[in-house]
């Protein structure tokens, strides 16, 4: 069974950083690519970054929205992904969700981790 | 890049059938068959429904069906069900910087 684990979220002070976690489990990690998305508070959703497998050269995308300030790493060994988020703004508070897959076609998703940006 | 755009909400009684429509533009939804359709109830995660327009994964109801007509894509739920009540959302490639775009969301209601 495919899972997707988020942790990490929290109440964070504006202009601080956050590192979200992703363990997955349940499939060969290193064969996908794993995206994060995020949904704020009563609003839609909104895809965030993706990283491609190593097959594919391990490469990032990033939405306009976070370009610069977030940054998506992968561990294969651990079958976990990451999402670094520096520069923090209050638009950034909403749950995050871990997905794998790109950026329309994702057919899992984790349940999702709070992250509070507020002072 | 303008999100997709979908009715706030669509409502039908047990048993019926209700379409969502989404619209987008010739640099999205008109120019790629990469459209899939998400489902979430309240308090939980998406669901994948529907992908490449009129796909179903393993084990969505084949109540759900995708299609495409120009600009526009559409989810249709036949035989609706109490289960079904949730927001939807539709999201595609787009040749944007943004690559992908999603859909403004519906809220399906059963009456």
């Known amino acids: 069974e495919v899972q997707l684990v988020e942790s990490g979220g929290g109440l964070v002070q504006p202009g601080r950083s956050l590192r979200l976690s992703c363990t997955a489990s349940?499939?060969?990690?290193?064969?996908?690519?794993m995206s994060w998305f995020r949904q704020a508070p009563g609003k839609g959703l909104e895809w965030v970054g993706f990283i491609r497998s190593k097959a594919y050269g391990g490469t990032t995308e990033y939405a306009a929205s976070v370009k610069g300030r977030f940054t998506i790493s992968r561990d294969d060994s651990k079958s976990i992904a990451y999402l670094q988020m520096n520069s923090l703004k209050t638009e950034d508070t909403a749950v995050y969700y871990c997905?794998?897959?790109?950026?329309?076609?994702?057919?899992?998703w984790g349940q999702g981790t709070l992250v509070t940006v507020s002072s | 890049q303008s999100a997709l755009t979908q009715p706030p909400s669509v409502s039908g009684s047990p048993g019926q059938s209700v379409t969502i429509s989404c619209t987008g533009t010739s640099s999205d939804v008109g120019s790629y068959n990469r459209v899939s359709w998400y489902q979430q109830p309240p308090g939980t995660a998406p669901k994948l429904m529907i992908y490449?327009?009129?796909n179903r994964p393993s084990g969505v109801p084949d109540r759900f069906s995708g299609s495409k007509s120009g600009n526009t894509a559409s989810l249709t739920i036949s035989g609706l069900q109490a289960e079904d009540e949730a927001d939807y959302y539709c999201s595609s490639y787009t040749s944007s910087s943004t690559l992908g775009v999603f859909g403004t969301g519906t809220k399906v209601t059963v009456l």
């Open positions: 997905t794998r897959g790109g950026v329309v076609l994702v057919d899992y």
């Open positions: 349940g499939f060969t990690f290193g064969d996908y690519a």
């Open positions: 490449e327009v009129s």
